[in-house]
T-cell receptor
Framework: GAVVSQHPSWVICKSGTSVKIECRSLDFQATTMFWYRQFPKQSLMLMAT?????????EQGVEKDKFLINHASLTLSTLTVTSAHPEDSSFYICSAGDRLNTEAFFGQGTRLTVV | DQQVKQNSPSLSVQEGRISILNCDYT??????FLWYKKYPAEGPTFLISISSIKDKNEDGRFTVFLNKSAKHLSLHIVPSQPGDSAVYFCAANAGGTSYGKLTFGQGTILTVHP
């Protein structure tokens, strides 16, 4: 299957700082990427949908000014957690697909810990 | 509102026996269902899927059954192997494929004992 690479796999940052997470589709062009968040022992919850060249669509309850999403190219989407707080500590996962595929492929996830 | 539910947080099975993981959904618009396997600190890995036009799909040791009238699906793993131990998520989509916004269940931790 297609490969989606997410970087970094884990990051620790101080409260108040910003963290950028990258999601790359390595062998296909991803017109759409999805960002999910998973709290411990809970489900994966969709945060936002990013389309190449346009603004992301955020799910209800997700602060768009806090979770900045950029999808500047067909192979890269970034999620920036701004002014991070300990409650933002979570596991963030991206998935990518294009309309030629019948499957969305997931990255390996990023464990964010805010101290 | 949990539209996809996995009511069993965990399941323990002996190696060689059958593992049955269950999933219920409430949204009638869902027409494509998937099962993912996930290890801690890793992204989900796709296992098997089923469209709402089918009631069964089989891939090797994995079979997914869909009962639309009951809004219920299940994943059967036969025979179970210790390497199957992981968290299993069911997911649903209203777009007819896995492409799009997936709604996940809470997951079931499967432990297969040697």
């Amino acid at each position: 299957g297609a490969v989606v690479s997410q970087h970094p796999s884990w990051v620790i940052c101080k409260s108040g700082t910003s963290v950028k997470i990258e999601c790359r589709s390595l062998d296909f062009q991803a017109t759409t990427m999805f960002w999910y968040r998973q709290f411990p022992k809970q489900s994966l919850m969709l945060m936002a949908t990013s389309n190449e060249g346009s603004k992301a669509t955020y799910e209800q309850g997700v602060e768009k000014d806090k979770f900045l999403i950029n999808h500047a190219s067909l192979t890269l989407s970034t999620l920036t957690v701004t002014s991070a707080h300990p409650e933002d500590s979570s596991f963030y996962i991206c998935s990518a697909g294009d309309r030629l595929n019948t499957e969305a492929f997931f990255g390996q996830g990023t464990r964010l810990t805010v101290v | 509102d949990q539209q996809v539910k996995q009511n069993s947080p965990s399941l323990s099975v002996q190696e060689g026996r059958i593992s049955i993981l269950n999933c219920d959904y409430t949204n009638s618009m869902f027409d494509y269902f998937l099962w993912y396997k996930k290890y801690p600190a890793e992204g989900p890995t796709f296992l098997i899927s089923i469209s709402s036009i089918k009631d069964k799909n089989e891939d090797g040791r994995f079979t997914v059954f869909l009962n639309k009238s009951a809004k219920h699906l299940s994943l059967h793993i036969v025979p179970s192997q210790p390497g199957d131990s992981a968290v299993y998520f069911c997911a649903a989509n209203a777009g007819g494929t896995s492409y799009g916004k997936l709604t996940f269940g809470q997951g079931t931790i499967l432990t297969v004992h040697p």
